[in-house]
């Protein structure tokens, strides 16, 4: 009996839930729709929607039910789906058919109870393939008519080097899926990531889709816990790097059992083999809930100070050595995640003109995932974000990680105003773009080769 | 064995375990362990009840002890011990 929980423990996990605003971010239930491709349209609707409204039918209650047992609010309920762009090109003749099918992820959405679906994707790392390319030409509509449909698009990788027209096209596809949503704020690219090295199983949205190398359905978990962290380092203040790291790697490894307890149970209940944990630390709009107010604690005044890329470093390495030890299964993005408009710190940074969009790009250097949720100038040229998609993705080619760019260009908006997305997306302040021309540069046909993988420097 | 871990936080007064041992009995869930300290005037108590042999839901329990706690002027909870094990214990 010795080893029974103890008081304070129950206490300590109790708190970190009441005050510390602990939860699991999402259950995340991958589906595979490969077996849904059929040459015509609406037969393939119809099998994707029966797909997934079979599979999924329980996820939400499932989840709730599993939160009120234990105790820990399990925020989102998710799906994603095989990239749309593998399953539908047989069916989808032209840009509009594609529509059709996000209209079909939408409504079984819906139709579930799920707040995402991620997988309106395409992967073109070293080509587009005629069906890649019209989905990803269809991503303005298909986000302008959809609530719930999320759209990636990977563009390069460490293996296959940068695919440079699908970088210069996403360009023009971020700037007019901004104009299709822009008496929303231009909300339709809050819903839309490109990535370079994207990864099979993530569960974050808006970058989820279910990689054709995974089985026919799993659940994968992303755990949070920023405020679990920052207030366990306020105890520590002052203390030497040594007693920094392990407060850090103590804390981590308590968030994501929790995160490996909700993805065993939900697996076993929804007879869905487990995947993989995300323990990655998500930031909330929420005050307390905020990745750059560790960064505080740590000792920045603000993020974005000198200093702060290296305490990003520290903090993101030692969530995943307390993490890696908590499940055997970690995947997806795990680390630290630095969206501005999902941050009140990262918000308030940017207002104060302590962060900027060349510093939060040394920041993804070294933590996951990108240049995310980042509000600018709705006059910003469609060449200038392909410029910055490239930056983004080069960083991920050269130093073998994941990194995604989604950049709100706010039509109708510029320096000073502040974009309104509502909910967990949040609002940001615009931020300032380079305003020097990379034209030439991003206008070259072809690919960027993929990198020598020796010679480091 | 299933077990629950039920904590009860509120205002000290006469008859809070009584109450919630009389429900416990009823429905057959038999107490393992009981820890109870004062924190800053604050009643604060944890048990660890096994419940292998009890026929309720676990909803229908958690809100009937819910129910009971409210008659008596505390908050009453119960979690299933697992989520405490998984972040306590390697």
Redesign the interface.
């Known amino acids: ?1 010795s ?5 304070s ?6 708190n970190m839930v009441a005050h510390e605003k602990l939860d699991v971010r999402t259950i995340t239930m991958g589906i595979s729709l490969l077996d849904c491709a059929d040459s015509d349209l609406n037969q393939m609707n119809a099998k994707i929607y029966n797909k997934i409204t079979t599979y999924a039918r329980d996820l939400v209650a499932t989840g709730d ?1 599993i939160g ?5 609010p399990i925020v989102n309920k998710r799906i994603s789906v095989t990239p749309i762009a593998l399953v539908g090109g047989n069916a989808c003749k032209n840009s509009a058919d594609f529509v059709e099918v996000a209209k079909t992820l939408d409504k079984a959405a819906k139709e579930v109870g799920v707040n995402f679906i991620g997988g309106y994707s395409a992967l073109v790392s070293k080509g587009m393939t005629p069906a890649d390319e019209r989905l990803i030409r269809s991503i303005p509509q298909a986000m302008a008519c959809t609530d719930r449909v999320c759209s990636s698009v990977n563009v390069g990788s460490t293996k296959t080097g940068l695919n440079m027209d699908a970088v210069r096209l996403m360009g023009e596809i971020a700037v007019k899926t901004a104009e299709a949503t822009k008496e929303n704020d231009s909300l339709g690219c809050a819903k839309l990531v490109v990535f370079c090295n994207a990864p099979d199983d993530n569960p974050f949205m808006a970058g989820a889709f279910h990689g054709v190398t995974e089985a026919d359905a799993i659940i994968n978990v992303g755990v949070s816990g920023p405020g679990v962290v920052k207030t366990a380092l306020e105890k520590v203040r002052g203390e030497n790097f040594e007693v920094l790291c392990e407060t850090i790697k103590k804390t981590a490894f ?1 968030i994501t ?2 995160g ?2 909700v993805a065993q ?1 939900a697996s076993k209940r929804l007879g869905v083999p487990f995947g993989i944990i995300d323990l990655s630390l998500a930031p909330t709009p929420a005050v307390g809930d905020s990745v750059a107010e560790i960064l505080e604690e740590i000792g920045l005044e603000r993020s974005g100070a000198p200093g702060t890329t290296a305490a990003l470093a520290m903090l993101n390495d030692q969530v995943k050595k307390g993490g890696i030890m908590a499940s055997s299964y970690v995947g997806g993005l795990s680390g630290a995640f630095i969206p501005v408009s999902e941050d009140q710190g990262m918000i308030d940074a940017v207002s104060e003109g302590a962060l900027t969009i060349e510093k939060l790009e040394a920041m993804t250097c070294v933590c996951s995932v990108g240049l995310d949720m980042i509000a600018i100038p709705g006059d910003t040229k469609p060449t200038t974000i392909a410029g910055i998609i490239a930056d983004e993705a080069a960083i991920g080619m050269i130093n073998q990680k994941t990194t995604a760019v989604r950049l709100i260009p706010v039509i109708g908006k510029t320096v000073g105003d502040t974009a309104e997305f509502g909910g967990l997306l949040g609002y940001a302040p615009i931020i300032p773009v380079n305003r020097f021309s990379c034209d030439a540069f991003v206008s070259r046909p072809g690919r960027i080769p993929a990198p020598v993988h020796s010679f480091k420097n | 064995m299933s077990k629950i871990i039920i904590t009860i936080v509120g205002k000290d007064r006469v008859g809070i375990v009584a109450r919630t041992c009389n429900y416990l009995a009823e429905n057959q869930m038999n107490i393992l362990d009981i820890t109870q300290t004062i924190l800053q005037d604050y009643f604060n108590m944890m048990m660890i009840v096994d419940i292998s042999r009890a026929e309720k839901s676990f909803d229908d329990m958690a809100k009937e002890l819910a129910d009971v706690g409210n008659e008596i002027g505390v908050a009453i909870r119960c979690q299933r011990e697992e989520i405490f094990t998984s972040m306590h214990r390697i």
């Open positions: 009996m080893d029974m929980i103890n008081i423990e129950v206490l300590e996990t109790n039910a009120r047992e234990f105790g820990v308590k059992r929790v490996q307890l149970e």
